[in-house]
């Protein structure tokens, strides 16, 4: 009798035992503090939600000159200017739109009243059209609240959290483009936006940008107070679990990650048959079964059973001069947590890509100094959910450059490891967070 090494459990819900955060007793994170300005809805958790500290970067990159304004970005040296430029190509998360138009920022001021080096940090949610783009920095709320009131916003709302909004709104106009906009360098559209003492959110939807009001005044729960995103956030934002800085993280639904490697020898009709007794949700069920192929890959055969999780996020941080790339699995048990650290950590240190790579050694043999570091379980008190994490360390490398190819005997670049693990989340090739079939 065949049975599918699944615990299905609807969403929600979801532990080494690390101690409590206690960040939230010193002080609010950044990312925290952002979460708490965007209301609990299916459009703000659609997608992928995406964070980012740019300040973080330059400071933990070796030798790299932070421009505190463009002109003097403009008139960085050619080395000046290829650290600067390596540092950032450790970016995988935030807002997709903030380097589209670099080399036009220097109008960034006069639209949104703030230039481009006083962002501190970025955070992305949602699917376009009805996404939204934070960013929080060195900001002068009067001077963001004039610059947009001078291209024809006004102020809806007025007080901590002010709305502006624009007659055209969010419907394309090419012939109003301005590359220098990072909210929307390329349609010329002009979302609601809300506005506070250091923070800018870009939001596409107006119903949603009325919701964050609602969310700050207590009408309505924030995404920060939601059990998956608040566990496996102050997860991943405690040094006390995993050490080091937050750099970047990128939180996924289930249904952009989960998969299935089929070891069972059953017919797609049986197979589909598990999946439906299973009671997975049936939108994910049925695309499970559509990447189901005749895919044969080595390492699978020395996978174990990864229990299902009920969440899932990557995260970059940044160790003294070690880079930490992380995987944390959101679990309602400590023994599912457990497992599921440990298995995931033996998954990535054999992983290959050989879907997408055709490569059968693992990618982390490229790396001259990565190691895989021990799993790690997490117990968040607030919600009773635990969290499991795998995850990669290796150092920065020297301030002479990154390497020019994989087969140098250098540490590797800048969030390269994170780099590929997104790759295989965009091209649905990151199989070490799919589910095993097989044989009972």
């Keep these: 009798m065949k049975r599918l090494f699944l615990l299905i459990l609807l969403i929600l819900c979801g532990v080494v035992i690390a101690p409590q955060a206690t960040r939230a007793q010193e002080e609010t994170h950044p990312l925290l503090a952002m979460l708490a ?29 932070a421009p505190e304004t463009y002109t003097e970005w403009e008139a960085l040296s050619g080395e000046e200017g290829r650290l600067w430029m390596e540092a950032f190509e450790r970016v995988s998360a935030g807002p997709s739109t903030i380097f589209e138009g670099l080399r036009e920022f220097g109008s960034l001021p006069q639209i949104a009243g ?9 955070l992305a949610y949602g699917n376009p059209p009805t996404h939204g783009i934070l960013v929080q920095g060195d900001f002068d709320r009067d001077a963001v609240i004039a610059a947009h009131e001078a291209r024809g916003y006004t102020t809806q709302v007025e007080g901590d959290n002010a709305l ?27 979302p609601p936006l809300v506005v506070a003492d250091d923070l800018v959110a870009a939001i596409f939807n107006p119903q949603t940008a009325q919701a964050v009001l609602e969310t700050q005044a ?3 729960p924030s995404l ?36 299935v490697i089929d070891r069972s020898n059953a017919t797609r009709e049986e ?26 890959v080595p390492e699978w055969d020395n996978y174990g059973t990864l229990p299902l999780y009920l969440g899932v996020a990557f995260a970059d941080k940044q160790d003294g001069e070690t880079q930490v790339n992380v995987i944390a699995l959101l679990y309602a048990t400590e023994e599912d947590a457990r497992t599921g650290a440990e298995e995931l950590s033996r998954r990535i240190a054999i992983y290959a890509d050989t879907i997408y790579t055709r490569r059968t050694d693992p990618i982390l043999d490229l790396l001259s100094e990565a190691e895989v570091a021990e799993p790690q379980v997490y117990f968040h ?19 002479e450059g990154v390497p020019m190819s994989l087969t140098e005997d250098q540490p590797p670049a800048p969030g390269i490891v994170l780099r590929w693990w997104m790759r295989g989340i965009y091209q649905r090739s990151f199989y070490p967070l799919w589910l095993l079939i097989e044989e009972a």
């Design 37 to 65: 300005l965007l209301p609990d809805h299916d459009e703000t958790r659609a997608g992928f939600l995406s964070y980012v500290d740019y300040d973080l970067i330059t400071r933990s990159r070796y030798s790299v000159v």
């Design 114 to 122: 703030f230039g481009f080096f006083d962002i501190q940090r970025g």
């Design 271 to 296: 197979l589909q048959a598990m999946l439906e007794d299973s009671n997975i949700d049936p939108q994910m069920a049925g695309m499970m079964m559509a990447m189901v192929g005749d895919q044969d």
């Design 164 to 190: 502006l909004l624009h007659e055209t709104g969010t419907q394309p106009d090419l012939d109003a483009v301005e590359r220098g906009n990072i909210f929307d360098p390329s349609f010329g559209r002009r």
């Design 218 to 220: 207590g009408e309505a």
């Design 381 to 399: 008190e607030a919600t009773g959910l635990y969290v499991g994490a795998a995850s990669v360390r290796s150092p920065l490398p020297t301030p």
């Design 224 to 259: 920060l107070e939601s059990p998956d995103i608040h566990a496996l956030v102050e997860a991943l934002t405690d040094e006390a679990f995993i050490p080091g800085d937050l750099v970047q993280m990128v939180r996924f639904n289930l249904a952009d990650v989960v998969n």
